[in-house]
């Protein structure tokens, strides 16, 4: 089934250790999305890609980042992760950008302690 | 800006039990509007959308209809069943940047 995933499923990191999250989908979308998740809350959007071009949002910080280097493969770099970075980590994937194309497809999610 | 307010959870009900979720929206323009689920364990997947004032979506049981004078999208089922227990997540879609907002979720708990 074509579908989107996300490894790990749990990750646990030391306070100011690099980590990496990684998404692949078989959907062949163009569009990828990463988002935090925090308990009870919505899902934030930290940024997307629309095939390469990579948008940021504005309130994202420095100490995330990401690659996508290709269509089926995005990643999440938290650079020096804090305690306030724990939170689900979640991948989605949108056919393209326009009205026909706005439903979004979601990995199960990656969920990121900090000791 | 474009936000999403959901009412509070859980909402915790018999199964056959109706159910409402509210779920009321503001936006600049004229937004999609949809209703994701997530199952424990599991991403969000999509339950239904609406593309304009007045339509119904439907899926599963569930149904949502899109109300421009009031800025609302809430969600119904008739009869609940165990099955049903998931968080639902209200959204819209911005139709300049088609990148959506996410309400909060409400936590729904069906019992036997």
């Known amino acids: 089934d074509a579908m989107v995933i996300q490894n790990p499923r749990y990750q646990v990191t030391q306070f100011g250790k690099p980590v990496t999250l990684s998404c692949s989908q078989t959907l062949n979308h163009n569009v990828m999305y990463w988002y935090q998740q925090k308990s009870s809350q919505a899902p934030k959007l930290l940024f997307h890609?629309?095939?390469?071009?990579?948008?940021n949002e504005a309130d994202t910080p420095d100490n995330f980042q990401s690659r996508r280097p290709n269509t089926s493969f995005c990643f999440l770099d938290i650079r020096s992760p804090g305690l306030g970075d724990a939170a689900m980590y979640l991948c989605a994937t949108s056919r393209d950008r326009g009205p026909s194309a706005d439903t979004q497809y979601f990995g199960p999610g990656t969920r990121l302690t900090v000791l | 800006g474009n936000s999403v307010t959901q009412m509070e959870g859980p909402v915790t009900l018999s199964e056959e039990a109706f159910l409402t979720i509210n779920c009321t929206y503001t936006a600049t323009g004229y937004p999609s509007l949809f209703w994701y689920v997530q199952y424990p364990g599991e991403g969000l997947q999509l339950l239904l959308k609406a593309t304009k004032a007045d339509d119904k979506g439907s899926n599963k049981g569930f149904e949502a209809t899109y109300r421009k004078e009031t800025t609302s999208f809430h969600l119904e089922k008739g009869s609940v069943q165990v099955s049903d227990s998931a968080v639902y997540f209200c959204a819209l879609s911005d139709r300049g940047s088609y990148i959506p907002t996410f309400g909060r979720g409400t936590s729904l708990i069906v019992h036997p």
């Open positions: 890609y629309y095939d390469k071009d990579f948008n």
